[in-house]
């Protein structure tokens, strides 16, 4: 097996350090991913549906609004020592 490849070198790569760590066994990560495209696809629908009914400068100042939301909280859990 490449040593890139390795379960254990890629359970370690991607279990702790981006918050994928989970108990589903040897192929867990692919539920995992499965999962995740899920709820990112009924994430996008909600988002979507309602962005049809803005017109663009209300989409534009939401859209502003929520990335200094998110900016505001980074910057909170960087005072605050992350995770």
């Given at each position: 097996?490449?040593?890139?490849?390795?379960?254990?070198?890629?359970?370690?790569?991607?279990?702790?350090?981006?918050?994928?760590?989970h108990?589903?066994?040897?192929?867990?990560?692919?539920?995992?991913?499965?999962?995740?495209?899920?709820?990112h696809?009924?994430?996008?629908?909600?988002?979507?549906?309602?962005?049809?009914?803005?017109?663009?400068?209300?989409?534009?100042?939401?859209?502003?609004?929520g990335?200094?939301?998110?900016?505001?909280?980074?910057?909170?859990?960087?005072?605050?020592?992350?995770?």
């Open positions: 097996m490449h040593a890139s490849l390795h379960p254990v070198l890629f359970h370690h790569a991607y279990g702790g350090g981006y918050g994928y760590h108990s589903y066994g040897g192929s867990g990560w692919v539920a995992s991913m499965v999962v995740s495209a899920l709820v696809a009924l994430i996008y629908g909600v988002v979507f549906r309602l962005m049809r009914h803005l017109t663009l400068p209300e989409a534009i100042l939401l859209a502003a609004g990335l200094l939301l998110v900016y505001m909280w980074s910057r909170s859990r960087d005072r605050r020592g992350g995770w």
